[in-house]
C-alpha cells in the first residue's frame, strides 16, 4: 500500500483517534486509511461477457480477480513511466458500458442481497448507480428494478450511469425513501444503502477526518433508522433486504440492527460471508451499550482486512 502524498501532516481529531483505538488496532487502521485505495472494476455482463472483456482490456491493463466478486477485478496498467495510465474512465470500454468503476468492497452489498430474475426490488439509495446497475444485472433483465433518490443531482448521476449501463427493467423515481410506504407496493427484495457518515472512506476522501464529529454519527443514525424502518415496513413476508454503510460507526452499523430487531420481532438476520473475504470484528459492546448477539452475523469490513474501503453489510429477513 503506498500512503498518501503529506499523510503524515494530515491532523486527527482526538476524539476520533480515541474512539478507533478502542474499536480496533489503531496503527494498522489509519496506516490503510491514509494509503491509495486500489482501482477495480465490475464488469458489465448484461453488454459483455466477463472472458470477453478479460480479452479486450488485458493488452494493457493488469486484471485481477476479486475473490468475493466473480465479475470485479482490480486494475492497474501496465505502462511505466510517462506512459502509465490510471485514468480508467477514459477507457472506451467505460464510455460503451462495459464496465463500472466501482469499489471492491461496494460490490458487496448487491452479492449478499441475491437478486433473482424475474422478482420486484427496491434500491432506495440508488445514486449514483453502481449498485443499482449490479442488482439489474443479475436480474437479467428480467422483473422490476425501482432505483430511487432524494434529491435531483444524485438522480442524474443515477440516470447518467443506468443510460450507460443499459438495463431496460429499471424505473428510476425521486422521492424520500420513507414515503414508499404510502405506494402501496411490496418487494421482494430491498437494498438500503443508507446515508452516512462515510467514515470507511477517508482512503478516497479525506474531508472525513476533518469533518467528522459524535454529534453528526448521532444525527445520522437518526435518518439511517426512518429509512430502515420504511424498507422494512414495505418488504414481503420472507422477503430479504440488505443494509449496508460505508460506516465504521457503531452507532450506524450494529446499532442500527440492534435498534431493528428489538423494533420488529419478525426481523431476523442472516450470516454473511463471502469466499475470499476475511471478516473484521463485530462490535457488540460500546460506550456503555450491549448489542444483541445476533449482530455477529453482519459483515464489519476494516480497511486493512482486505486492502478496501470499510463498510458494514446486514442480511435481514421478514418473517
Given amino acids: 500500500m503506498d500512503a498518501i502524498p503529506n499523510s503524515d501532516k494530515i491532523q486527527i481529531k482526538d476524539g476520533f483517534r480515541e474512539r478507533y483505538s478502542k474499536l480496533t488496532n489503531w496503527e494498522p487502521f489509519i496506516a490503510c486509511s491514509l494509503s491509495f485505495l486500489r482501482r477495480s ?131 428510476l423515481t425521486l422521492m424520500d425513501g420513507a414515503r414508499f410506504k404510502d405506494a402501496g407496493l411490496l418487494f421482494d427484495r430491498i437494498l438500503l444503502d443508507a446515508p452516512c457518515s462515510g467514515t470507511g472512506t477517508i482512503r478516497k476522501s479525506l474531508k472525513t477526518l476533518r469533518i467528522w464529529n459524535p454529534n453528526m454519527v448521532r444525527k445520522i443514525m437518526g435518518e439511517q433508522r426512518r429509512l430502515l424502518r420504511a424498507a422494512f415496513e414495505v418488504l414481503k413476508p420472507d422477503g430479504t433486504m440488505v443494509y449496508s454503510t460505508c460506516s465504521l460507526e457503531p452507532e450506524e452499523d450494529e446499532g442500527v440492527m440492534d435498534w431493528l430487531l428489538k423494533e420488529y420481532p419478525n426481523a431476523s438476520l442472516e ?49
Fill in 271 to 319: 450470516h454473511v460471508e463471502l469466499p475470499g473475504l476475511k471478516r473484521g470484528n463485530i462490535i457488540t459492546e460500546f460506550e456503555g451499550k450491549t448489542y444483541s448477539k445476533e449482530v455477529e452475523k453482519c459483515l464489519r469490513l476494516w480497511p486493512q482486512d482486505n486492502d478496501t474501503e470499510g463498510f458494514f453489510v446486514a442480511k435481514i429477513r421478514k418473517s
Fill in 41 to 171: 472494476i465490475r464488469v458489465n455482463t448484461l453488454k459483455i461477457s466477463v472472458e470477453d472483456l478479460r480479452k479486450r482490456m488485458e493488452k494493457n491493463w493488469h486484471l485481477d480477480p476479486i475473490p468475493w466478486c466473480k465479475e470485479g477485478f482490480f486494475i492497474d496498467h501496465k505502462g511505466e513511466g510517462d506512459d502509465y495510465r490510471r485514468d480508467v474512465g477514459n477507457t472506451i470500454e467505460h464510455q460503451l458500458g462495459y464496465i463500472y468503476i466501482q469499489e471492491a468492497a461496494s460490490m458487496i452489498p448487491p452479492i449478499v442481497l441475491d437478486p433473482k430474475p424475474g422478482e420486484t426490488i427496491l434500491d432506495m439509495c440508488a445514486a449514483p448507480g453502481s449498485k443499482a446497475s449490479q442488482i439489474a444485472q443479475y436480474m437479467e433483465n428480467r422483473g422490476i428494478l425501482i432505483a430511487n433518490d432524494f434529491q435531483g443531482i444524485r438522480l442524474a448521476a443515477l440516470g447518467i450511469n443506468m443510460q450507460r449501463m443499459s438495463p431496460t427493467n429499471t424505473l
